[in-house]
């Protein structure tokens, strides 16, 4: 499969259960993100990764956990959620950061629907 | 760090006619902006971008517009088609710098047949 792609795309979870969310990309990219887009909200960045590095971390609480043991897959482990939480999860990739290249576009998974009961 | 405002949070025209969303950003560093589509279910993908040397860059029906002095920039769609109907996010980002996208609240656009 080609692009960004990203595993479950429906997650239905209670408050005390862990779960992971998966991205892997297929660009040849180097860096990573997560993102969380809720209703009438814009797309929040949670992490940034860079050739495996975590560069980001936009205060993210802690029961989200993000893992990248290489530049092609990103997780985003999850544990003690609460329902404030249910929203879209994008996953991107780019190439890596600080390159000085003039072209850096990302390149969005098709989300992971978290809901959190 | 950078603040982005996008307006209108909704659009709707007849289809032929043009739609304008205008954003405006708060970090005079910012020097990338791109524009990103995201139809209903879809992932959002990139559709235009303008870089902080360039005042204006067109691609067939979508052009986008930038005024550094203003902090502001506008995407503009003519000869709409209902396929252009999306949520349309503006975004900046400081190359060399956070090289981090900060996002607007996103555009709901309707074209009406």
């Known amino acids: 499969e080609t692009g960004v792609t990203q595993t479950p795309r429906h997650l239905v979870m209670g408050m005390t259960n862990k779960k992971s969310l998966k991205c892997e990309q297929h660009?040849?990219?180097?860096?990573m993100y997560w993102y969380k887009q809720s209703a009438k909200k814009p797309l929040e960045l949670m992490f940034v990764?860079?050739?495996?590095?975590?560069?980001e971390n936009n205060s993210v609480p802690s029961r989200f956990s993000p893992e990248c043991p290489n530049s092609s897959h990103l997780f985003l482990h999850l544990h003690t959620l609460q329902p404030e939480d249910s929203a879209l999860y994008l996953c991107?990739?780019?190439?890596?950061?600080?390159?000085?290249?003039?072209?850096?576009?990302?390149?969005f998974g098709p989300g992971t629907r978290l809901t959190v009961l | 760090g950078e603040n982005v405002e996008q307006h209108p949070s909704t659009l709707s025209v007849q289809e032929g006619d043009s739609a304008v969303i205008k954003c405006t950003y708060s970090?005079?560093?910012?020097?990338?902006f791109p524009w990103y589509k995201q139809e209903l279910g879809k992932r959002p993908q990139l559709i235009i971008d303008?870089?902080?040397?360039?005042g204006e860059k067109k691609d067939q029906r979508i052009a986008v517009t930038l005024n550094k002095t203003a902090k502001h920039f506008s995407l503009h769609i003519t000869e709409t088609q209902p396929e252009d109907s999306a949520v349309y996010f503006c975004?900046?980002?400081?190359?060399?710098?956070?090289?981090?996208?900060?996002f607007g609240k996103g555009t709901k656009l309707t074209v009406n047949p």
């Open positions: 660009l040849g990219h180097n860096a």
């Open positions: 990764y860079n050739f495996k590095e975590q560069t």
């Open positions: 303008i870089r902080s040397n360039v």
């Open positions: 970090d005079s560093a910012s020097n990338y």
């Open positions: 991107a990739s780019s190439q890596s950061l600080y390159s000085g290249r003039d072209y850096n576009e990302q390149f």
């Open positions: 975004a900046a980002m400081t190359r060399g710098g956070s090289e981090k996208l900060v």
